[in-house]
């Protein structure tokens, strides 16, 4: 079954969203990190316990490999989609008054949702939201 949200309920999912994403984030960078020290290594010409220092690396790198695709299958499982891995863009099935539309939250954007797409036009520019505002 596919959720939709409706904006607040978007917003909302967003906190988790975030926690999610940092988790993803640290990976990703430590990661970035690992690989950057393993191409250090095999270009180095000192064969003296290169090869278990490889081996620990690859299982690091494994390691956060594996997180990343978790913190994927979190964001799945709570009916959202990993747009693009970096920078870390989430799709989030929506309902608006004027019908389904995809909200669209990107690393470093916060807690809350301010783009968006219509339904078929997820590979367009993100656009602003057009939220109206309550006159007092």
Same mark, same amino acid.
């Given at each position: 079954?596919?959720?939709?949200?409706? *904006?607040? #309920? =978007?917003?909302?999912? %967003?906190? *988790?969203?975030?926690? %999610?994403?940092?988790?993803? +984030? /640290?990976?990703? &960078?430590?990661?970035? $990190?690992? &690989?950057?020290?393993?191409?250090? *290594? #095999?270009? =180095?010409? $000192?064969?003296?316990?290169?090869?278990?220092? +490889?081996?620990?690396? &690859?299982?690091? %790198?494994?390691?956060? &490999? /594996?997180? %990343?695709?978790?913190?994927?299958? /979190?964001?799945?499982d709570l009916g959202l989609?990993?747009?693009?891995?970096?920078?870390?863009?989430? @799709?989030?099935?929506?309902?608006?008054?004027?019908?389904?539309?995809?909200f669209c939250w990107q690393?470093? /954007?916060?807690?809350?949702?301010?783009?968006? @797409?219509?339904?078929?036009?997820?590979?367009?520019?993100?656009?602003? *939201?057009?939220?109206?505002?309550?006159? =007092?």
């Open positions: 079954m596919k959720r939709t949200y409706s *904006l607040p #309920e =978007a917003n909302e999912a %967003i906190k *988790l969203v975030s926690v %999610i994403a940092n988790e993803w +984030l /640290e990976r990703r &960078d430590l990661r970035r $990190t690992l &690989d950057r020290r393993r191409r250090q *290594l #095999e270009a =180095a010409s $000192t064969p003296e316990g290169l090869r278990n220092e +490889l081996a620990e690396l &690859d299982a690091r %790198i494994w390691e956060q &490999d /594996e997180g %990343i695709a978790a913190c994927r299958q /979190e964001l799945e989609s990993v747009f693009r891995a970096n920078p870390l863009t989430i @799709h989030i099935p929506g309902a608006s008054k004027n019908g389904p539309v995809v690393e470093g /954007e916060g807690e809350s949702v301010c783009f968006g @797409h219509p339904v078929g036009e997820e590979r367009e520019q993100r656009r602003p *939201l057009k939220v109206k505002t309550r006159e =007092a």
